[in-house]
């Protein structure tokens, strides 16, 4: 069966020579069939791995021959096939085996398309897909090629992703991704398939980083020396190749090692051999450009991430608010003559600025939020213009002043923020490493220093794994389904505060690895007491369903809450079934063993409501 095969897709590689351009889908965590070996051409391995991934991809590249190749970033090995794949994806898919270390790189024709610089187009997801009401324009192709050409070469706005069905070849286009919009990227059908656009924007100056733990260094594509850390950080933001989004550093051997992949493509591979480490991760990107005009002051903004909330003036009237809805890019303008000058300041000499805040929320402040200094220098003759013009995201409260015409100033108040854990313990609160069938676990969150007795409670607890997502406590600190996990308590573990909650198993949907996310809320006095009697449901609520049609709203918190801050913790868990593959049953809930937990703080989300505290800080 396999030659018949074969002769159908030497009549799509016949495409790929007539006309075409050679471009590169890449599927993480796959390699091929074993059936296809005696289609090999070359097979290679590396004894280090600086460009080794460039010297495989370059290489099929410029051989005829070669239409597929498989990289194993764990042996440094690469393998190329004369497979003829062409563009029938859907019969290529189905020789895709899961292998976490490896990823598979396939040569496609995309008439049309414009050239892109990247090494490959897109990523490939099988069988998962995004939310209906995040696409923003359908079309009917015969295949995932024309779906792909579609998204490159659409001009009405930036297609970011892409998803494309095998039964009905309908191509569903769309602005967003997954990392823009993570809550709306789920689980779809089998004969679905996700595509990511890989060459939609240029490299970003400013970024934020976050440190991380996990395989994500394993799947690190280049590898070269640098001075410092720093120096590593800037070479991952300059790179051309890919788009750069985790490094590591190795201060011992001042190797730096980055690559395009982070904790959205890692959470969806299989369990790998891979050593868990340390890494940095990029959270958000965020480049403003400066413009200098005779009568107002213009500010670009690009972000790799929707920004969706207000730009807002500081010292300046309400004209000077600006709205933004959930926008990639997006301008502002200051008027420097008239009434309305929008808090405009004038320095020494001829120099004006302008501080403004991107501001998430309509009524509480959050370290999401970000100050930004605005300024221009005139020379002598008024409305004479200086070109240079400096600006940089706040990332620490100290006022500097670089030796230059012009001068940043950071603004934002990152006061310390109490680190909170989460672990699983059994009955006698004991950390679980390994667990029996059955047996009564707890979830455990509290605070790494306690010494002023901070007042807290649990909320916002979410499942997550392989795409999907279930609500166990909402947003008040309620649970969703008993059957799973019961409402977070006061109690005390080893003479420490803690919030405790009965952790009761795992729907059967759940498989072997489970990322737990909540969120810890810190209030001023005491915090508020939740009635969850109306809200309790038998059934768990589920956000991963292809029906679900209902758009996530704003919140509006009350201004006056007594709520000061919020921290999101994130518990990785494995579980393992007994060997006998019989899975115990107790009404619609399953129960595992854990054999490895993680604990990350993978980011805070803080919410600050002293705005005299903030501009204290920026007074001073």
């Not at 403004?356 to 930004?372: C, E, F, G, P, S």
């Not at 672990?423 to 306690?450: H, K, S």
């Not at 795992?506 to 969850?532: A, Q």
Request: charged residues 25%; positive net charge; contains cysteine.
């Amino acid at each position: 069966m396999l030659w018949s095969v074969l002769i159908l897709l030497f009549y799509s590689n016949f495409g790929i020579s007539a006309g075409c351009h050679d471009d590169f889908e890449r599927y993480v965590g796959f390699r091929l069939s074993d059936r296809l070996a005696s289609y090999v051409i070359r097979r290679e391995r590396s004894q280090g791995g600086r460009d080794f991934f460039q010297y495989c991809h370059h290489s099929c590249l410029d051989d005829r021959r070669c239409f597929v190749y498989v990289l194993n970033l764990r042996q440094l090995s690469c393998v190329q096939y004369s497979y003829l794949s062409g563009n029938d994806a859907d019969l290529f898919r189905k020789h895709l085996k899961t292998d976490h270390d490896s990823m598979v790189f396939r040569k496609v024709c995309l008439q049309s398309a414009p050239r892109c610089s990247r090494l490959w187009r897109f990523d490939i997801l099988p069988k998962m897909s995004i939310r209906l009401d995040r696409i923003d324009d359908v079309h009917r192709v015969d295949s995932l090629a024309m779906c792909e050409t579609l998204c490159s070469v659409e001009n009405r706005f930036q297609c970011r992703s892409a998803v494309y069905n095998y039964v009905t070849r309908n191509c569903h286009i769309s602005k967003y991704d997954r990392r823009s919009m993570p809550f709306d990227f789920h689980a779809g059908r089998t004969e679905e398939v996700y595509l990511e656009n890989q060459c939609v924007s240029e490299p970003y100056n400013e970024c934020e980083f976050s440190s991380q733990h996990g395989i994500a260094p394993a799947l690190a594509y280049n590898e070269r020396h640098t001075v410092d850390e720093h120096a590593c950080r800037v070479a991952c933001l300059q790179n051309v190749a890919f788009i750069c989004r985790s490094f590591v550093y190795d201060i011992q051997t001042q190797k730096c090692r980055f690559g395009p992949d982070d904790t959205f493509i890692t959470m969806h591979l299989p369990n790998s051999s891979a050593q868990l480490r340390p890494y940095m991760q990029i959270n958000e990107c965020m480049d403003v450009r400066v413009l200098c005009e005779r009568s107002e002051m213009r500010a670009q903004f690009r972000s790799d991430h929707v920004f969706d909330g207000k730009v807002v003036s500081m010292n300046g009237s309400r004209r000077c608010h600006f709205d933004v809805k959930k926008r990639f890019q997006f301008n502002i303008s200051l008027p420097i003559v008239g009434q309305s000058k929008c808090g405009i300041t004038y320095e020494t000499g001829n120099v004006i600025s302008a501080t403004v805040k991107l501001q998430y929320h309509d009524v509480v402040w959050t370290t999401k939020d970000r100050m930004y200094k605005l300024i221009c220098s005139y020379g002598p003759v008024k409305h004479a213009i200086e070109n240079s013009v400096d600006v940089r995201a706040p990332q620490n409260a100290k006022f500097q002043k670089p030796s230059m015409p012009l001068f940043r100033e950071t603004v934002v108040n990152k006061n310390s923020i109490p680190q909170a854990f989460m672990r699983i313990v059994d009955t006698d609160g004991n950390i679980v490493t390994e667990a029996e069938m059955g047996q009564q676990l707890f979830v455990e969150i509290g605070l790494e220093i306690d010494e002023i007795q901070q007042p807290f409670f649990v909320s916002s607890c979410i499942a997550y794994e392989s795409g999907q997502k279930m609500i166990l406590i909402d947003e008040r600190g309620c649970p969703s389904n008993l059957k799973i996990m019961t409402k977070f308590l006061p109690s005390y573990s080893n003479h420490r505060r803690v919030q405790r909650a009965e952790f009761r198993g795992i729907t059967s949907k759940w498989k072997k690895r489970l990322n737990l996310y909540c969120n810890v809320n810190f209030c001023e006095t005491n915090c508020p007491l939740n009635n969850c009697e109306r809200r309790l449901h038998d059934q768990p609520t589920a956000e991963n369903d292809n029906n679900y049609s209902g758009k996530r709203k704003r919140k509006h918190l009350d201004a006056t809450a007594d709520r000061l801050e919020t921290v999101t913790v994130n518990q990785i868990v494995h579980f393992k079934y007994n060997r006998g593959g019989q899975i115990p049953q107790f009404g619609s809930v399953l129960y595992g063993s854990v054999a490895i937990i993680l604990l990350a703080v993978v980011g805070s989300v803080l919410t600050w409501r002293y705005r005299r505290r903030l501009l204290a800080t920026m007074q001073s």
